[in-house]
């Protein structure tokens, strides 16, 4: 018996994720809030769904891909929501980035219901989406994430079962934070380079080569030298995740003094009008901060 997907969300990464799930030619319904986005679907063998009720109702598996946790809210709980649709013994994958203590109440409703639910939160951007080489962090029960497993490896190469609910929320809370605190420090030394007269250029290639090289001075480095921050990920984005960070971090009583500095740098971006650059464009903070 084949299993039937489902895939709510098709934005910038939920279409390409989408699309990977039908070209390993698995039956697929999709939602998008806007119409257009299901076209590329509907052209490509997927039915589209007038809402997630009715995904939920077609499919075995839904994955959801949508930008922040009252959007997640909504799908599952809202009006037309998959848990009105959602059959049981059904799994419901939630591959946004949002709060560990949602994913946890989120899941728990599904499961009044008979269904199971996944936080698989990703990394790697639109590239990585597109290329299906995504970064897939998974919380909740190992049966299900077994369940699951095959239509993840459609999407994404470095597959990792982190733990119960929320775990997968957590590993990519600390992706968040290594990410934007490196392109702090690359931002910080390439702003240094210049402004000793030093081709940022030829540093750069120089750190590439020892224990500095990285994939975000590769990057997101190139980025801050040729001023290109068409976005992998926008700022608005990544101001969001590192919310949620600072949000848990509060509630423990952490202190994550490197993330809290990024995310006001990223606040500072917001307040530019430049929402949705690369978050690379921390660089035109450091810059501007240093005349």
């Not at 910038?12 to 799930?21: E, K, S, V």
């Not at 994958?93 to 728990?108: C, G, K, L, W």
């Not at 029960?141 to 994404?156: D, L, S, T």
């Not at 733990?163 to 702003?191: M, P, R, S, Y």
Request: aromatic fraction near 4%; glycine fraction near 12%; charge should be positive.
């Amino acid at each position: 018996m084949t299993t039937k997907l489902g895939f709510v969300g098709l934005g910038i990464m939920g279409r390409p994720m989408a699309l990977n799930l039908r070209k390993a030619g698995h039956a697929l319904w999709v939602y998008g809030r806007r119409p257009e986005t299901m076209k590329p679907l509907s052209e490509a063998g997927a039915t589209a769904c007038a809402s997630p009720k009715e995904v939920a109702a077609n499919a075995d598996v839904v994955f959801v891909c949508v930008s922040d946790t009252p959007d997640v809210e909504q799908v599952i709980l809202g009006d037309g929501g998959l848990l009105q649709g959602v059959r049981p013994g059904s799994v419901v994958v939630d591959m946004s980035t949002i709060s560990p203590a949602a994913t946890r109440r989120f899941a728990a409703e599904l499961k009044k219901r008979g269904a199971d639910m996944l936080d698989a939160p990703v990394s790697g951007g639109e590239v990585g989406a597109i290329n299906a080489t995504l970064s897939i962090m998974v919380g909740g029960r190992p049966e299900a994430f077994a369940r699951v497993q095959p239509y993840f490896v459609a999407m994404g190469k470095n597959i990792v079962h982190v733990g119960d609910h929320g775990a997968g929320q957590v590993a990519k809370a600390c992706n968040q934070v290594v990410v934007a605190v490196t392109i702090e420090a690359v931002a910080e030394a390439l702003t240094f380079a210049r402004k000793n007269g030093v081709d940022p250029a030829k540093v750069r290639d120089a750190l590439m080569g020892g224990f500095a090289g990285s994939k975000i001075l590769e990057v997101h480095g190139k980025r801050m030298l040729d001023n290109d921050f068409k976005p992998g990920f926008k700022v608005k984005l990544h101001q969001k995740d590192l919310k949620i960070v600072m949000d848990d971090a509060h509630k423990l009583g952490l202190a994550l003094p490197g993330a809290a500095l990024a995310a006001q740098h990223l606040n500072a971006l917001m307040g530019a009008g430049d929402a949705e650059l690369d978050s690379a464009a921390i660089v035109k903070v450091i810059e501007r901060m240093s005349g």
